[in-house]
């Protein structure tokens, strides 16, 4: 909008520049050989002359229209260092103020550099010029900078608490807490009502508070936790239970786990999920957690639970209880057949044949007895083996 508006106040301007350009009519004087000259040049010319005259500026133009020197604008230029050294310094100063008020502060900084350049030997405007320079740059988040710039004020002027208060800031600003205490305990040592530096002083002590206190929380919970897979490692050891990994396990076991029931009792159940495997008819069913203690015939009633309809599937018709065989593969690559009312954790504790754990998990097969003979012989040890982790 303030664009917009910019650019219809020069068109008025222009348009009222056309109205009142002087044209001689007969009988009446020529004008001076100056303004003849622009009497002779199109609108938008005179508007270029006029944005080389500082006082008509719009936007910067350092040249004289014809490549060389602005000398007007070189002139006024150098009317910042027209003064004594310390007046000069103080006049930067003066400006960066002004850049800082409304916000600019890359051109306050750039003030304040020169002023410093300056070089004027007044340690009250050399500090004050580091002092707001460091105001800048923690405006603009460059916290080094602005450490460095307090520094430079506390070596002139070693009780300027401002210099404490903006260090203090930056350094709790790149978590450096204690170089942030140190430099502000030092400000109250002789500004010990300092509001602004207790406060400042009391966040950093709040911060590194909560800081340990999280450190302390996330210790005790990476204890709780050892110690929980230490419980847990033990009472699978007890049991001689033995875990193999697949090299491809399903997407569901990717992240399964055993647990103890209660998991600072190591004789407590376990508890794991279980892969229900139909090998003749390419199905499957997965249970999320089911107890060590449970049986292949609780288990059986738990998945045959369906409707009708399900039953009444050809491929479906020797699925019930009576009908059906259980068995869970060996360590060696064989399978072995489970009782159906034989208590999961004693089949996994048989040494001979040995049954694992697969990915965590309980992985039994459940055939028809029917063709449980075919499927039995159709078994592959090297295939199974080849499916696991090596």
Known sequence: MKIEEELDAEDRLISEWEKRRYIPRPGEPQLPPQLSDMAEKTTEDVMKELNRLPFFMTELDETDGEGGENETLEALKSLAYDGEPDEIATNFKNQGNDCYKSKNYKAAINYYTKGIEVDCGVDTITSALYLNRAACQLELKNFRSCIEDCKKVLLIDPKNIKACFRSGRAFFSVQRYEEAKQILEYGLTFDPENKQVKDLYQQIVNKEKAIEEARLKKEREEQKEKMRLDILKNSI???????????????????????????????????????????????????????????????LELVLNRPKEWFEDPKHKNFSIKKLECYMETESGGLVKVGKKLSINNALMNDKPKAPLFDNSLRLYVVPKVEAPEWISKWNKDIALSKRQA
Do not use: G, V
């Open 237 to 299: 050891k007890l049991r001689h239970f033995s875990i193999l990994k697949s090299s491809r396990p399903a997407e569901m076991l990717e992240d399964a786990k055993i647990r103890l029931e209660n998991e600072t009792d190591y004789e407590s159940q376990l508890i794991f999920p279980a892969m229900i495997l139909y090998p003749t008819t390419d199905e499957f069913d997965y249970i999320a957690e089911i107890s060590e203690l449970a049986t292949p015939l609780e288990i």
